[in-house]
């Protein structure tokens, strides 16, 4: 009984892996017979059927093994073919996470600062309340929000009344995440906390904000005691850009 091996190349493999692997498939018949310029449609000891793109079937190799010469020859082919396979399937991870990459830098400047502040503020959350604090041992509104954005060198006051009037003034429904939103008791009442946006979507305005429970994140929209005392919003973002 002959030996043969069978080896399969997959139809959906990419140009470079057929470029590569037809090579190597030349390389095989030369060095079975050092009088083949081309590929054969048929020889002895290997068989090569032609790499067409319309084809519906894969190419097939069957060779021969009549000698231990020959063998070797095999078995240095297989190693580079699953080599070759395993380099291509790396380029197409190392693509995705290109790709990955590639949409991070789609997000405008400012989108991707709002993010990272956002983030920055949610490090933050348990921390608990003190007054008049400015760090993690401890923060009271104004100063939370106040600590979040000099990180990203955006300077604001340290008291939640002077922040009410920094930055660009907007509406409820323009803010974003990064904005301040503003609270008072009553129309004609002072203001009396600050809040950053979390998120602005139809199920409503998500803040963080340092609270008598520590750094919490509220959804102000919902907040029978947070809805009634918004009162404005400023975007200090947009105009430290």
Known sequence: ??????????????RPERRLLSKLFHYLLTFNNPSVGG??????????????NNSKSPVVCVSELKSSYMKNLIRIFILLAIISFGLTQCVSVMGSSENEANADTRLSKEDRLR??????????????YRYAGRDPRGFDCSGFT??????????VSTSSRAQANEGKKISMDEVKSGDLIFFKRS???RVFHVAMVVSNSRDGIEVIHSTSRGVVIDNISKSKYWKPKMSSARDVVEAAL
Request: net charge negative.
């Open 1 to 14: 009984m002959i030996p043969y091996v069978f080896i399969t190349l997959e139809n959906h493999w990419l």
């Open 39 to 52: 590929f054969p449609s048929c020889l002895t000891g290997i068989y090569l059927s032609s790499w067409d």
């Open 115 to 128: 993010r990272d502040i956002t983030d920055y503020a949610k490090e933050q959350l348990g921390a608990s």
């Open 146 to 155: 106040h600590y979040v954005l000099e990180e990203f060198d955006i300077e």
């Open 187 to 189: 129309k004609a009442g």
